[in-house]
Structure formats: structure tokens, C-alpha cells
């Protein structure tokens, strides 16, 4: 019988100063933020297969977080690339041999920076994969507008854009493929749909993403993250 | 958990990404410090002490319980933590008092 697989990415491919820590592992409402976005597909019916993506030098933290604040759960822990696409890659790698034996159906493609994301958000997102092939969340863009050549409000009309979020989810046969052919071709892609758009020409399906579903960016963020799960009562 | 931590977070007064120092009162995070503008972001101290408070009683509360699951899944770690975990903890206890006096 075949299960989801859900792939944290905590490798932070962004800009790390000096040798300060990766954001995931901060705090948040007494757990890691880290830990935060693994409960979340923990909570989802079928994900049962758990990978989380870090650098090599977090290792040891990693182990002590499992082993603290995500006891009895099986996590597959890998070492990631310098860019999120070779992280991505790296942990389709690790996955490849159950994806060829069909022991793993959708696979979802989360950051580990956003601890907040719904369950709801999740479901829909695994459910349209299941059903198309591939499935991104996304907010409609409403703040922007479109400026000509002459520096004037442009009267294009802009709803065809959408902020995306995560997780990603794709069949994992067309993503394991995606990604070898990309690795074959030099390509890195900036996210999991556009490798999968390129190479296997899957159409991805955007479903409503949520605006609580925020990305820890700024320092602000944290806050604003705090709030949101104690307004929830520290439960997802 | 340490009570601060020092991360990589973008700054929206200086813009672009710096190191902040992040500090918590316990479980709850206190402030946040840009290193390269400066720029602080701090809970106001009284609501920051109520909050504190309450979430103290939390962690009296459910003490036993995450004590006994470590207890469970591992004593060995446990029973070997545990004279270091209790020698810390007055330092621990002051450091969060001294974010809830606003001295850090």
C-alpha cells in the first residue's frame, strides 16, 4: 500500500550571516518552528513518510529537537545542497527506491519556515494532487498594478497573479523524473512547480492558499507567528 | 532552550537581511534587535509579564507529564540531564527575570 511523503526543507538556502543559527530553529510558542511545520503534515490523513532536509553542521540539534519535541515519529533525516532545488533533489534521492517500488503515491514539498500553514490548506492541496498531478497553494496578488513604458498606471488587469506558498505536492514518479532530468540539463529551478511544469509537463492546479500560512521572514514575522498560535491556543 | 538566540532575519527598518538577536522570557519571545541599524521590536513589559506569568502556571502544570514522557522514552538521557538541567535552572530563572525587569 502506498503513502504520502511530506519533505521539510530547513536547509536555508537564503542568506545566513556569520555563523548565526537557521531561523527554523528558533522558538515559537515553547516548540521550534522546525517542529511546527512537521506536526503539520503529521496531522494530515496519509502523509506517512516524513523527510526533513537540513545543513550538515544542524545535525546535532536536529537529533536533540526530534528527539525532545517530536518523539515517536519516524523522520527521515537528510543532508541538503546549497540551493533549494539541489535540496529538493537530494531528498527525492533518498526517497527514489520506495518511488520506483510505488511504495510512495504524492509526494508535498513544504518550507520549514512557515509553521502555520492550515491543515486545510494541506488536505486540499494533497487531494488536487491526487486528482491532477500537481497542486500549489496560492493567494490572489491584489496590492499591485501594472506600470507602462512611460512610468503611468497601466489598465492591464493583474488577477492573474498569485502570491504562492507551501507545500507543493506532485506525483512522485513525475517529480523524482523531473528532477533527474533537470540534474542531466543543469537546471535549478526557483520552485518545485516550475521544475515539474518544465520537464514534465504537468499542469499545476492552484488552490486557495491562506494568508495565516506566512513565511518567517522579518523579525516581525515572529511575532505576528506567536500571536497567531496563541490565538489558537498553541494548536495547530 | 537558551534565551537568545542570535539568527539571520530581514529588517524592514534598515531593509535587507542582518543578524538580529532574538530574546525570550521563557517560552515567550520578549524582543527582537537589528545588528546592523539597531532596530528593536520588544513586547511592552507589563503585558509581557502577564503573559509570563500565565504561561509559568502552564509549565508547572504540564511539568509532570513532559518529565514522566522523557522519563519513559529515555531515562538514561534523562537521569543524566537531570543534575545539570537542575543546577541551570536558577541561571535559567534569572536570565527570563531579567528580560521581564527590561535590564536585556
Keep these: ?236 | 532552550m537558551d534565551n537568545v538566540h542570535i539568527v539571520t532575519l530581514g529588517c524592514h527598518h534598515c531593509h535587507g537581511e542582518h543578524l538580529h538577536e532574538v530574546t525570550y522570557a521563557g517560552r515567550l519571545l520578549a524582543s527582537t534587535l537589528c545588528s546592523n541599524c539597531g532596530h528593536r521590536i520588544a513586547k511592552d513589559l507589563p503585558g509581557l509579564r502577564r503573559a509570563y506569568i500565565a504561561d509559568v502556571e502552564h509549565r508547572i502544570l504540564t511539568k509532570p507529564g513532559r518529565m514522566l514522557r522523557r522519563v519513559i522514552h529515555h531515562p538514561v538521557s534523562f537521569a543524566r540531564g537531570l543534575p545539570g538541567a537542575l543546577l541551570l535552572k536558577p541561571a535559567k530563572m534569572e536570565a527570563e527575570l531579567r528580560v521581564l525587569s527590561g535590564r536585556r
Design chain 1, 1 to 236: 500500500m502506498s503513502v504520502h511523503a511530506g519533505i521539510v526543507l530547513a536547509a536555508g538556502a537564503g542568506t545566513r550571516v556569520g555563523n548565526s543559527r537557521n531561523k527554523v530553529y528558533l522558538p515559537l510558542g515553547g516548540r521550534r518552528i522546525v517542529t511546527w511545520s512537521l506536526e503539520l503534515f503529521r496531522q494530515v490523513a496519509g502523509i506517512g513518510r516524513l523527510v526533513l532536509v537540513v545543513r550538515d553542521s544542524d545535525r546535532e540539534l536536529v537529533a536533540e529537537i526530534l528527539d525532545r519535541e517530536f518523539p515517536d515519529v519516524p523522520v527521515d533525516v537528510v543532508t541538503g545542497g546549497d540551493t533549494r532545488h539541489e535540496s529538493e533533489h537530494r531528498a527525492l534521492l533518498h526517497l527514489a527506491d520506495d518511488i520506483r517500488r510505488g511504495e510512495i503515491d504524492i509526494v508535498l514539498v513544504h518550507d520549514a519556515a512557515r509553521p502555520l500553514t492550515p491543515v486545510r490548506v494541506v488536505e486540499e492541496v494533497l487531494a488536487t494532487a491526487i486528482r491532477t498531478g500537481g497542486a500549489i497553494p496560492g493567494l490572489p496578488v491584489e496590492d499591485v498594478a501594472g506600470v507602462d513604458e512611460a512610468g503611468r498606471i497601466s489598465e492591464s488587469d493583474r488577477t492573474d497573479l498569485i502570491r504562492v506558498q507551501t507545500p507543493q505536492a506532485f506525483r512522485s514518479a513525475q517529480l523524482l523524473a523531473a528532477y533527474e532530468a533537470a540534474a542531466a540539463d543543469g537546471f535549478a529551478g526557483t520552485d518545485t512547480a516550475s521544475c515539474v511544469e518544465r520537464y514534465q509537463g504537468v499542469t499545476v492546479h492552484v488552490v486557495a492558499g491562506d494568508p495565516r500560512n506566512l513565511k518567517v521572514t522579518y523579525a516581525d514575522d515572529l511575532f505576528m507567528a506567536e500571536l497567531m498560535l496563541a490565538a489558537s491556543g498553541y494548536k495547530r
